[in-house]
C-alpha cells in the first residue's frame, strides 16, 4: 500500500475526494490517501508543498500558478474545479460601507499572503478601476479570524468563497455587498515534483480514481442533502451551488495557463511569467 499525503480545504468542492477515500477506491488500486484539511486555504498549502508536509494540494489556481513561478518546486497535473470561484466580499453586518464603491481604500482581512483572499482583492480593485497600490491587508488565518477582525473593525472587508460564508450573512455576522468571480478555473490539483518523478503511475491512478467520482458527483441520490448537512448550508443554496460548478477531467491547456499568468502579470502580482512546462505537467 503505497501512502500519499493529500491537501485540500475544508468545503464542499472537496466532498468527492472524502467519498471516494471513505468508499475505498483508493485502497481498491493499493493507495493509502491521507487527506489534510487546511482551513487557512492556498497560502498554508503552498507552504505545504514546500516543505513537504504534503505531496498533492487542491488549490486555487492563481495561488498556485504565482507559487510555482517563485519557485516552488511542484507542476498542476490537472484542473479540479473548471468553472469560476465566486468570491463574495463581506462587511461586517452592522458596518457603515453599503456598496463595493464604499471599500476602496479601505482595509482588506487576508488568510495568509499569497492566499487567493489576497490575489483576488487586487483582481476586483481591478475590475472596479481602484489604485491597486492603495490596497492594505491584515493576516487573519482563517475565515473564524476574520469573522474577529470585522466584528471588531480593525479590518474593512473579507472575500471569502461566496456560498461557504453564506451561514454567517445568514447568522447576521456578515453582509455581502457583491461578487467577484474568477476570470479562470478555480482549482487545481498540485504535486511535488519530487512525488510525480517516483510515483507518476500512482499519481496517475490517483486522477483516474477522483475523475470517475466527480463525474458522477452531481448524480448521488440526495448529493444536495448531504453537502447541507456536512456544511451547514441550506439545501436551496446548495442546489445553486451544484448549478454552477462545474468539475474537470482534464489538464490545465497552456492557452488557459497564458490567460492567467498575463492577468497576474498585468495586476503585479507576477514579477515574471514562468514556461508551460515549468509549472504544468499532464500526466
Not at 42 to 65: N, S
Not at 68 to 76: A, M, Q, R
Not at 223 to 247: G, M, N, P, R, V
Request: hydrophobic residues 40%; proline residues 4%.
Amino acid at each position: 500500500m503505497k501512502t500519499i499525503k493529500i491537501a485540500g480545504v475544508p468545503e464542499h468542492f472537496n466532498l468527492p475526494w472524502h467519498l471516494a477515500i471513505e468508499n475505498g477506491d483508493f485502497k481498491a488500486v493499493g493507495i493509502d490517501l491521507q487527506w489534510i484539511e487546511v482551513p487557512e486555504g492556498t497560502g498554508k498549502m503552498c507552504q505545504m508543498l514546500r516543505d513537504g508536509e504534503t505531496d498533492i494540494a487542491v488549490i486555487l489556481t492563481e495561488g498556485i500558478v504565482k507559487d510555482i513561478v517563485g519557485g516552488n518546486p511542484s507542476k498542476i497535473v490537472q484542473v479540479y474545479v473548471e468553472s469560476p470561484l465566486i468570491w463574495g466580499i463581506h462587511v461586517a453586518a452592522n458596518s457603515n460601507y453599503k456598496t463595493l464603491s464604499d471599500l476602496e481604500n479601505t482595509k482588506v482581512a487576508i488568510s495568509r499572503y499569497g492566499s487567493g483572499s489576497q490575489l483576488m482583492a487586487y483582481v476586483n480593485a481591478n475590475k472596479e478601476g481602484w489604485n491597486t497600490e492603495n490596497l492594505q491587508f491584515e493576516v487573519v488565518n482563517t475565515i473564524d479570524g476574520a469573522v474577529t477582525a470585522l466584528t471588531k473593525g480593525t479590518t474593512d472587508y473579507f472575500m471569502w468563497e461566496r456560498f461557504m460564508t453564506k451561514p454567517l450573512v445568514d447568522k447576521g455576522i456578515f453582509r455581502r455587498v457583491a461578487d467577484c468571480p474568477t476570470p479562470w478555473p478555480c482549482f487545481v490539483i498540485a504535486v511535488r515534483e519530487e512525488v510525480l518523478h517516483k510515483h507518476p503511475n500512482t499519481i496517475a491512478q490517483i486522477l483516474e480514481v477522483i475523475n470517475i467520482t466527480t463525474q458522477n458527483f452531481k448524480e448521488i441520490p440526495n448529493i444536495d442533502s448531504t453537502l447541507a448537512t456536512k456544511f451547514h448550508q441550506k439545501k436551496e443554496d446548495i442546489q445553486e451551488w451544484l448549478q454552477l460548478t462545474e468539475w474537470s477531467q482534464k489538464p490545465l491547456s497552456e492557452e488557459v495557463l497564458n490567460k492567467i499568468q498575463n492577468q497576474l502579470f498585468d495586476l503585479k502580482i507576477l514579477d515574471k511569467k514562468g514556461t508551460f512546462v515549468d509549472i504544468v505537467k499532464a500526466l
